[in-house]
């Protein structure tokens, strides 16, 4: 083993002999290049070889660092408390079960989700950013097919929290970038700073006449889908006033705009699932162990000079113990937090304190006809929604119309994804109370929702992260600006022990949330086993603004 | 037959009999519902039963019409001058055989497609809105499968007419919004009236900071991508100064703001063609004939009384005549004047002259590496490109990457797409040189562009429409404040004769340039001929700006 310091970029890892190569080719082209292993693999003696590691929760990051650890000759075994692999990455489909702690602590069951086959829906992560390489390497090394995911279209809905309307996002947008550039126009002109480029620049912009004046556009759509002998009008303009008094940007209206979010994005075909099945898939096929509803119920740094680990599971009722030389936890820490922890500091007890997680739900509808695209038999006078999403200031916060099998006959929608205090109001419901009140969202949105037959209360599905045994939450809520989360966050980047017990996940990644995070994370975490990384973080870390992470500026 | 007058919502057609229903049926959901015919269907009578149609070319329009016309009965002949379907609906693939006229008028092979199997380029149209219902609605009757076309993505680049550099679209965008944003805040503020809300929706729409200004947006892009311990930085912001000197909205920057773009739109799943492939096929299948290789050469309104057609075509060196009761000419304007008509009158010999038809070339590449979406396996730094178009003030116009088969290994990219004054230019050169000219405008966008192994010319196509033998155009460039042009409209909208031949196609719709004008235009000569609208168009009528709707507002 060669640690050789930080390695900017990734590159090939050398390949010795046909075995090593034939390894590396059955596990894809990801492996030691992407966690900067540059050592010779030696003839029969890879980095890893001989050297136990446990990790404990198969969640996005726990199969990424098994997946690398394994193909670096690591022993791995993963245990997982729950019967499935993925954690938040889930994907609803006919027949799931899904549970919810009672207020007793007493998991039940909330739903045995009853969509018709071939119908899914993501109740965790449901996007991939362009800019997210680790998911979308691992996706295409592993054959996990992509598409897009369309987060805006203008035929999307904005329902303002201070007005009762319901807009398409063209004319909002479109209506309010006119109008701002009609403003300063008028007060450019008034300062005789309104120069020729300038004024040039500001019609493009907000389609303004020659004048300056913002008289509609067909940025904002048509009156009507035009006939032969009509030409296309605009829709007139809503008024600025209006505009302003709805308070529409508050509905999150803006948050596609932000790098993060953009208008499309990719999804694996078929449900997000398939990340992290695959993941698991190439974890085993280079040789790691996975053992489902192993729950871990302590761990103990054992030897004196922290440099081993000794963890305890109950599976079946039965308890057992494993020992390693390394451990990686993918717990999220609210449920670290209560499993009992022999010889860690107190400053690593009280970090894992320290962040609280967010609560954030979701809802899922199945729709016996898909009307949001419209009726392309009955008229020509209509449009459809294809994908994207609508903002409501109802509780529900958003509806995504689904990205995929456009023009057939049913579909599924995520009817309601909020945070925080909306969160935890419908979280705080039984499973059909949150059906309910995520209805009544809906309907204001698309009146279509009051038809029971055409989208069944059997077939909706709820979900509260922060209810969900083994999770506890939607992703660690860090603020920047928080002193405490300082240290703690620079705390968790570092081993407990002498270098023996390791935090990964979104949870202490710069992507709070993200797949990305969680990746990133599992990879920091190898390159620290493999002595690349330093153990120590650095004195200045700089703290995820988790809200703006995943709920956009504002 | 029973004319009943307009329809504005077209109704499902009653079915008689078994045998009628087994038509319907085989010919998909569209047919008479499309065009409005809800007279009874007797039995034994359809309403075109024994009535001859000719329809002069096989594109969109005439494709459109023949099955229309076939599913009600009508015999209908389709006469088209090329060896293929489609007119400008043409995806260049191996081994096809592009035409141009040369300076004497002779047609002259540019180029035999060398792509690899499998890859393809849509010459014409290369996109569907989604509010173009009569497109999706006969792909999806038809079986033709859409998928997005993702027509803008924050990766995309603008190289800006007036400043030889090269920017990402989201810090164009954003910084633009940003500092227009704050330039508003503060002539607001002084002038003493930005009220709570309106800084409140400013600083949502600029991501302008507490004080109301603009200091640079995670919209934008980060710094670099982030790694462990770092936040993402949001991108230095362009000056505003650079921006407004640059001229970036001069290269159509804004284009996919309209209505007729957007960010995501739809194409076929393996190339435009699939949809007159489908229309060819459905309007064989109920019973049209379509002659390939028929060259018109005279049109004739016979009778006396203007009510039936005598057409003289060349077919493989051979004068044919063909006669029926109605004549449906989809032949585009500048090839149908130099057609010998007899018995027209003199205002439709001056209608098809007055409008002009615009230039407009494209370009086809194959890349040999999709090089636009990045290198997942060299480092996690770079981005990648999934599809939208770049713009340049550069003679190419815009740059379209696919928006399809992402991640996989070649892929085909869209040179040039060019009007005007630019595409007289680029038509005019020798395909060599064309594609030597393609090659600049891309290496400023793109340096691997300089890799002739990657991009080889012998693989790159070129199309200059306004010389390709049959079309002699791009579309009809109609100027709404023309009085000419509304005469010519007008006139054009009427059958000649007494109600023996009609022109068709989106040359003669509100949506010229648009597969949707094609199919609208078919649909209301349809219409006129079951008598269900008028055959005399309203005296005001308005005629379309291709400009507005082909490229942009500006």
Chains 1, 2 share one sequence.
Not at 522 to 549: N, T
Request: with cysteine; glycine share 10%; aromatic share 10%.
């Amino acid at each position: 083993m060669t640690p050789n310091g930080k390695q900017s970029a990734p590159v090939k890892a050398p390949v010795g002999d046909s075995a090593k190569a034939l390894r590396h080719a059955m596990s894809g082209l990801s492996g030691p290049q992407a966690t900067g292993w540059t050592g010779a693999m030696e003839s029969g003696g890879a980095p890893g070889e001989g050297v136990e590691v446990l990790i404990l929760g198969a969640g996005v990051a726990g199969l990424t660092a098994a997946y690398e650890l394994s193909v670096l000759g690591y022993e791995v075994t993963v245990l997982e408390a729950q019967n499935r692999v993925g954690g938040r990455n889930r994907t609803a489909r006919k027949g799931d079960t899904l549970y919810e702690l009672d207020e007793h602590g007493i998991p039940r069951l909330t739903h045995t989700c009853a969509f018709d086959d071939e119908l899914y829906l993501n109740l965790g992560p449901g996007r991939i950013p362009y800019h997210h390489r680790r998911v979308l390497k691992y996706c295409r090394d592993f054959g996990v097919e992509l598409e897009p995911y369309v987060m805006e279209t203008t035929a999307n809905l904005v329902r303002s929290p201070d007005a009762p309307v319901t807009w398409p996002n063209r004319r909002v947008a479109n209506d309010t970038r006119g109008y701002l550039a009609e403003k300063l126009a008028e007060n450019l002109l008034s300062l005789d700073t309104f120069t020729g480029e300038l004024r040039d620049l500001l019609r493009a912009f907000g389609a303004l006449d020659t004048n300056g004046k913002y008289r509609g556009s067909t940025r904002s759509g048509y009156l009507s889908l035009p006939e032969i002998g009509e030409f296309p009008v605009p829709a007139p303009p809503l008024s600025f006033e209006d505009l302003v008094n709805s308070g529409f940007w508050r509905a999150r209206f803006y948050q596609p705009v932000d790098y993060l979010w953009q208008g499309t994005m990719f999804q694996p075909i078929g449900g997000m699932d398939h990340i992290v099945k695959a993941l698991a898939r190439e974890a085993k096929r280079a040789g790691a162990t996975i053992v489902l509803g192993a729950e871990v119920v302590d761990i103990e740094i054992t030897e004196e000079d922290g440099t081993g680990v000794e963890v305890g599971y109950r599976k079946g009722g039965v308890d057992y113990s494993a020992k390693a030389r390394y451990c990686v936890s993918n717990i999220p820490f609210p449920v670290l937090r209560d499993i009992e922890q022999t010889n860690f500091s107190d400053a690593f007890r009280q970090a894992i304190r320290t962040v609280k997680f967010e609560k954030t739900c979701k809802v899922g509808w199945q729709a016996n006809q898909r009307f949001w695209e419209g009726d392309l038999d009955r008229t020509y006078e209509t449009e459809g929604i294809y994908g994207g999403i609508s903002w409501t200031g109802h509780n529900i916060t958003q509806l995504w119309y689904p990205s995929h099998d456009y023009f057939s006959d049913k579909g599924t929608l995520t009817g309601a994804y909020n945070f925080q205090k909306a969160a935890d109001t419908l979280g705080g419901l039984a499973p059909d109370k949150r059906l309910k009140l995520a209805r009544e969202g809906a309907i204001e949105l698309h009146p279509e929702f009051k038809d029971k037959k055409l989208v069944p209360d059997d077939k909706g599905v709820t979900i509260a992260w922060h209810k969900v045994p083994y999770q506890l939450g939607g992703w660690a809520a860090w603020k920047p600006e928080d002193e405490e989360h300082k240290k703690a966050y620079r705390q968790l980047l570092q081993p407990e022990g002498h270098d023996a017990f390791y935090v990964t996940g979104d949870q202490i990644s710069p992507l709070p949330g993200w797949q990305e995070g969680a990746m990133m994370s599992a990879q920091y975490i190898v390159q620290q086993i493999l002595g690349i990384m330093p153990l120590s973080a650095p004195e200045e870390v700089a703290v995820p603004d988790s809200v703006a992470l995943t709920q956009g500026l504002h």
